[in-house]
């Protein structure tokens, strides 16, 4: 009996995570995060609204249970908590898979351009994902979000900013990123933190996910970059991998020191949620290379 259980369950969370179910996510976050005018036909949307919201918080405790278990060791000390967080970078799901090595390495430029695309289009974008998360946060929290959004902002310099960086480099390479070419993995990353930062329940998931990403991202940065320059990108379409190389080790430390210690002082039991988050990422994360690796080698 117990073993039909669990067969059901890890059925389940397979559907969750195909391409049928993360599609319809990633249709569903698209148009309702989308600036829009009131809709005359609001009533069959709200209808509509609501098993989509049903499916994704099934999607989120179906990454949640893969997580509990470890995250429910990690210590309620924030100065303990921000050691065990910082191993992260070293030891966490995914870290330092081969797939990096590989593309700064050896990948051919067709290669890099399907990578780019699969990123591209599961990326949700950390400026409106801080935005989202920042809402109602303590103050000190909230000021170091705001620090970090003002970077993604290019400091209120349109050149500067982040999102449009990473735009010029897709259309640098003539790359078409849609929803329908991508693979379920990297929807599953953007749905989910899509799913964290606007669910206020899951809060302190999403500032967990957040400063995961910046603990991980300068690596992955680096290597993509070193990829980029090797095949002859030029030095101003590659500038989002080159920025994030080194600006997130400094927003990483911000995170850590400003969001996360504080927010774990004030109260011990966001830790687990915090690193329920960052795991969630992670895993997410890993689940993205290896079908990466599938796809390309
Ligand atoms: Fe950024
Ligand atoms: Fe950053």
Redesign the pocket.
Known sequence: MASQLNWEKRDRADELLGSEVQQRLARWNHARLEPRLPDPARESQLKSESPMLELEARFVESLRAEVEETAATVPADPRAFIVWFEALEEHGPGQHDPLFEWLASSATLDDMRWYLSQEAAGEAG?DDLTAYTQVKLPQRIKLELAR?YW??MGRGNAKGMHGPMLARLVDALGLEPSIEATVPESLALANSMTAMATRRDYAWHALGALGVI?LT?PGRSSAVAAGLKRLGVAGKDRLYFDL?AT??VK?SAAWNEEAIGPAVAEDPRRARAIAEGALMRLKCGARCFERYRRELW
């Open positions: 950390f970090n970077d993604e910046e991202a994030h600006l997130d927003h």
